[in-house]
């Protein structure tokens, strides 16, 4: 399937897109719990010292008596708005629905059949196994290494497979045009260290049994043997993959290559087919150049490929196959899909309802349509008015910081307030929408409907190539609860979902406010300033603007705050990797301290009120952590410390708030606490 414009090395979101993501939805806002000025004083634990543990101390109680239902691997403030969101789209698309179409035209009509057909379960196991089939024979028909190539090419408008991740976004160098993108992949499991780290040696045998299931599903002659086959070649691809932390720096992953040097460097794989069955010429590859994320990985796996038996990448493929288009076809494919992918790996108790997935699977396919929908209903002018105020202040507050910086020459701080002045703030929606015309949605067609979907999808970027880049264009759609950072375009956007309690309540304490999307948008802003970020000016162009000095001193800071996160355990003997949660806890750190600043330039001259005993600036933490009022499966709590970039719940609130002295004031934290930093220890940074 295609993939997005932007890479994961180069956008930071505010929260894990793995997780989910909320806190308490407005129906639970308005319990007796809550107070007037925004937040559950209910939900703390009292027994706990602030100095002990900030997490426990806001949220304990709570959190104690929060229940993960069991369609899901967490439960918080981001998922239960999500869940709203969840519902508010089923509301749309069940009320296009009223009316039986057979020929959809419009983008309503296809947004109504789109749902339904999804909805249909009984044509769905009527069908079975059969919608694969064009596709199965397809993979029995490779003879040659370029009909292989070419097969896993078209897997950009189809459910077939590449273990290569092919992209295009704006180039880092010069994001006024758009490259493509080459990265690793090809591993059916979360990440590298479940095929090679003992500490996962059960998910590698329940992925060997879940491969000879989907194998049978599918009539594969030889399953049994091929799937042992198939998992020995997968580990042999994931012991040549980078480790996710060495993927998060923009330098080294900022390879940009012809196709005639991609085919000196990755000999064994017909480059040009794989490209000519993603529909891109070479010339047009040339003219746009190939941005290779990882060159050894890519190296590595071209290597492999060359070297295994085609039997085995045949059955290879048809697995993948089946696993990419399970929640298109019957229940013995949902089932089977869902106890591997979401049971075993995650700890997910039960299977999500139909109308869950039909919703997602719908907003996956025309998300910006639904979006133009949503935001009409759930919106307020209001709402957008009051962010971008408040974005305002915290633009003032971060300029007051850089100016201020200690640590930092002149000549790099000079720099750093031009990005700063440059820096776009986008907010609820975007400028443009989305053009659905030219995709076709049958009833009753639920794989050709996804298929074609994601087809739809990469010709609109394949589109793009060899035309100016545009900056009003979003990576996410307004009913995505999160936000994100794109330092090519030296931006931050805010989509309309995330704009809700317990993020944003206009009837709120301002104080709550700011230590809760203030935080939010101070933590998009510092994104430009982490250490992937920075890297980046004002114009979104990577290249080095900072002094050598400046440089080490940043990386010494971020250092020093890495250890910090490498000793937060998670489960036990479960540690955080602060390598690749570094960008994200900069900016949890920097957004928290925005957010205060910003809040004590909003009072002026005035004096905070004390509201039920708690102080202006406790008020600020307390709305930082009520965000992170999230509890998290075991198995899932596992699978994050390897692969999301976020740091755990407790961490986003404890370890950002030890590092700022007016933590210490406000909750009277002492020497002999277990958070408790001495002052020389306390890490700044921006």
């Given at each position: 399937?295609?993939?997005?414009?932007?890479?994961?090395?180069?956008?930071?979101?505010?929260?894990?897109?793995?997780?989910?993501?909320?806190?308490?939805?407005?129906?639970?806002?308005?319990?007796?719990?809550?107070?007037?000025?925004?937040?559950?004083?209910?939900?703390?634990?009292?027994?706990?010292?602030?100095?002990?543990?900030?997490?426990?101390?806001?949220n304990g109680s709570a959190v104690k008596k929060l229940v993960i239902p069991a369609d899901r691997t967490s439960f918080?403030?981001?998922?239960?708005?999500?869940?709203?969101?969840?519902?508010?789209?089923?509301?749309?698309?069940?009320?296009?629905?009223?009316?039986?179409?057979?020929?959809?035209?419009?983008?309503?009509?296809?947004?109504?059949?789109?749902?339904?057909?999804?909805?249909?379960?009984?044509?769905?196991?009527?069908?079975?196994?059969?919608?694969?089939?064009?596709?199965?024979?397809?993979?029995?028909?490779?003879?040659?290494?370029?009909?292989?190539?070419?097969?896993?090419?078209?897997?950009?408008?189809?459910?077939?497979?590449?273990?290569?991740?092919?992209?295009?976004?704006?180039?880092?160098?010069?994001?006024?045009?758009?490259?493509?993108?080459?990265?690793?992949?090809?591993?059916?499991?979360?990440?590298?260290?479940?095929?090679?780290?003992?500490?996962?040696?059960?998910?590698?045998?329940?992925?060997?049994?879940?491969?000879?299931?989907?194998?049978?599903?599918?009539?594969?002659?030889?399953?049994?043997?091929?799937?042992?086959?198939?998992?020995?070649?997968?580990?042999?691809?994931?012991?040549?993959?980078?480790?996710?932390?060495?993927?998060?720096?923009?330098?080294?992953?900022?390879?940009?290559?012809?196709?005639?040097?991609?085919?000196?460097?990755?000999?064994?794989?017909?480059?040009?087919?794989?490209?000519?069955?993603?529909?891109?010429?070479?010339?047009?590859?040339?003219?746009?150049?190939?941005?290779?994320?990882?060159?050894?990985?890519?190296?590595?796996?071209?290597?492999?490929?060359?070297?295994?038996?085609?039997?085995?990448?045949?059955?290879?493929?048809?697995?993948?196959?089946?696993?990419?288009?399970?929640?298109?076809?019957?229940?013995?494919?949902?089932?089977?899909?869902?106890?591997?992918?979401?049971?075993?790996?995650?700890?997910?108790?039960?299977?999500?309802?139909?109308?869950?997935?039909?919703?997602?699977?719908?907003?996956?396919?025309?998300?910006?349509?639904?979006?133009?929908?949503?935001?009409?209903?759930?919106?307020?002018?209001?709402?957008?008015?009051?962010?971008?105020?408040?974005?305002?202040?915290?633009?003032?507050?971060?300029?007051?910081?850089?100016?201020?910086?200690?640590?930092?020459?002149?000549?790099?701080?000079?720099?750093?307030?031009?990005?700063?002045?440059?820096?776009?703030?986008?907010?609820?929606?975007?400028?443009?929408?989305?053009?659905?015309?030219?995709?076709?949605?049958?009833?009753?067609?639920?794989?050709?409907?996804?298929?074609?979907?994601?087809?739809?999808?990469?010709?609109?970027?394949?589109?793009?190539?060899?035309?100016?880049?545009?900056?009003?264009?979003?990576?996410?759609?307004?009913?995505?609860?999160?936000?994100?950072?794109?330092?090519?375009?030296?931006?931050?956007?805010?989509?309309?979902?995330?704009?809700?309690?317990?993020?944003?309540?206009?009837?709120?304490?301002?104080?709550?406010?700011?230590?809760?999307?203030?935080?939010?948008?101070?933590?998009?802003?510092?994104?430009?300033?982490?250490?992937?970020?920075?890297?980046?000016?004002?114009?979104?162009?990577?290249?080095?603007?900072?002094?050598?000095?400046?440089?080490?001193?940043?990386?010494?800071?971020?250092?020093?705050?890495?250890?910090?996160?490498?000793?937060?355990?998670?489960?036990?003997?479960?540690?955080?990797?602060?390598?690749?949660?570094?960008?994200?806890?900069?900016?949890?750190?920097?957004?928290?301290?925005?957010?205060?600043?910003?809040y004590r330039a909003a009072l002026l001259t005035k004096d905070a009120p004390v509201l039920d005993g708690i102080t202006?600036?406790?008020?600020?933490?307390?709305?930082?952590?009520?965000?992170?009022?999230?509890?998290?499966?075991?198995?899932?709590?596992?699978?994050?410390?390897?692969?999301?970039?976020?740091?755990?719940?407790?961490?986003?609130?404890?370890?950002?708030?030890?590092?700022?002295?007016?933590?210490?004031?406000?909750?009277?934290?002492?020497?002999?606490?277990?958070?408790?930093?001495?002052?020389?220890?306390?890490?700044?940074?921006?």
């Amino acid at each position: 399937m295609s993939s997005s414009k932007i890479s994961s090395h180069i956008r930071s979101s505010f929260a894990s897109l793995l997780v989910g993501s909320a806190l308490v939805t407005p129906a639970v806002a308005a319990s007796a719990t809550i107070q007037p000025w925004g937040f559950d004083l209910a939900g703390r634990d009292v027994n706990v010292a602030p100095g002990n543990s900030f997490f426990e101390y806001a949220n304990g109680s709570a959190v104690k008596k929060l229940v993960i239902p069991a369609d899901r691997t967490s439960f918080g403030a981001f998922d239960a708005l999500r869940d709203l969101s969840q519902k508010r789209v089923r509301d749309i698309l069940t009320g296009l629905a009223r009316e039986r179409i057979s020929k959809p035209e419009t983008t309503d009509q296809k947004l109504a059949v789109y749902y339904t057909s999804f909805m249909d379960e009984k044509q769905v196991e009527a069908l079975g196994a059969k919608p694969l089939a064009p596709d199965l024979s397809a993979i029995r028909a490779i003879k040659t290494p370029a009909d292989l190539a070419h097969l896993i090419g078209t897997g950009q408008t189809s459910f077939q497979y590449s273990p290569f991740s092919l992209g295009i976004q704006p180039d880092a160098k010069d994001p006024t045009r758009f490259s493509l993108s080459l990265d690793q992949g090809g591993l059916g499991m979360p990440d590298r260290d479940y095929y090679l780290k003992e500490t996962f040696a059960a998910k590698k045998q329940a992925y060997g049994a879940y491969i000879v299931r989907m194998l049978h599903l599918v009539g594969w002659q030889d399953g049994d043997a091929m799937a042992k086959e198939i998992l020995a070649f997968e580990t042999k691809i994931a012991a040549v993959h980078w480790e996710r932390a060495d993927m998060r720096d923009p330098d080294k992953t900022y390879n940009p290559r012809s196709v005639s040097a991609l085919e000196k460097e990755a000999p064994g794989f017909d480059w040009v087919a794989w490209l000519s069955g993603a529909g891109i010429t070479r010339q047009q590859a040339d003219a746009a150049t190939i941005v290779v994320g990882e060159p050894s990985a890519i190296t590595g796996q071209a290597k492999v490929m060359n070297e295994t038996p085609m039997p085995v990448l045949q059955a290879w493929l048809a697995f993948h196959l089946a696993n990419n288009a399970a929640s298109t076809l019957s229940t013995p494919f949902v089932n089977a899909s869902y106890e591997f992918n979401r049971k075993t790996i995650a700890g997910q108790p039960k299977l999500a309802a139909r109308w869950k997935r039909a919703t997602d699977a719908t907003d996956d396919a025309m998300g910006w349509a639904i979006g133009r929908i949503y935001v009409d209903k759930y919106f307020p002018a209001d709402s957008k008015a009051k962010m971008e105020e408040l974005t305002t202040h915290l633009k003032a507050a971060f300029r007051v910081r850089l100016q201020n910086n200690s640590w930092m020459s002149e000549a790099t701080k000079r720099q750093a307030l031009v990005k700063l002045d440059h820096f776009d703030i986008q907010v609820g929606y975007p400028k443009k929408w989305r053009d659905y015309n030219d995709l076709t949605v049958i009833p009753g067609d639920v794989y050709g409907n996804v298929a074609r979907a994601s087809g739809f999808e990469w010709r609109y970027w394949l589109g793009h190539l060899g035309k100016p880049v545009d900056r009003d264009e979003w990576d996410m759609t307004p009913q995505t609860v999160n936000a994100y950072n794109n330092p090519v375009f030296n931006e931050v956007v805010f989509p309309a979902s995330i704009l809700q309690p317990p993020f944003f309540d206009p009837h709120a304490d301002p104080a709550i406010n700011y230590g809760a999307i203030g935080g939010v948008i101070g933590h998009e802003m510092t994104h430009g300033f982490d250490d992937e970020g920075r890297k980046f000016d004002e114009n979104g162009r990577l290249h080095d603007w900072w002094t050598k000095e400046d440089a080490e001193r940043f990386k010494k800071l971020g250092d020093r705050l890495g250890a910090q996160y490498d000793a937060f355990e998670v489960l036990p003997g479960v540690h955080l990797n602060g390598k690749l949660t570094m960008g994200e806890n900069i900016a949890d750190l920097g957004g928290l301290t925005l957010a205060l600043d910003a809040y004590r330039a909003a009072l002026l001259t005035k004096d905070a009120p004390v509201l039920d005993g708690i102080t202006g600036e406790q008020r600020v933490f307390l709305g930082w952590a009520q965000v992170w009022r999230m509890k998290v499966r075991d198995e899932r709590a596992r699978q994050l410390a390897v692969v999301d970039p976020h740091s755990a719940p407790a961490a986003r609130v404890n370890l950002p708030a030890h590092n700022i002295d007016a933590w210490y004031k406000a909750w009277n934290v002492q020497a002999g606490q277990k958070l408790y930093l001495a002052p020389d220890d306390r890490v700044k940074i921006w």
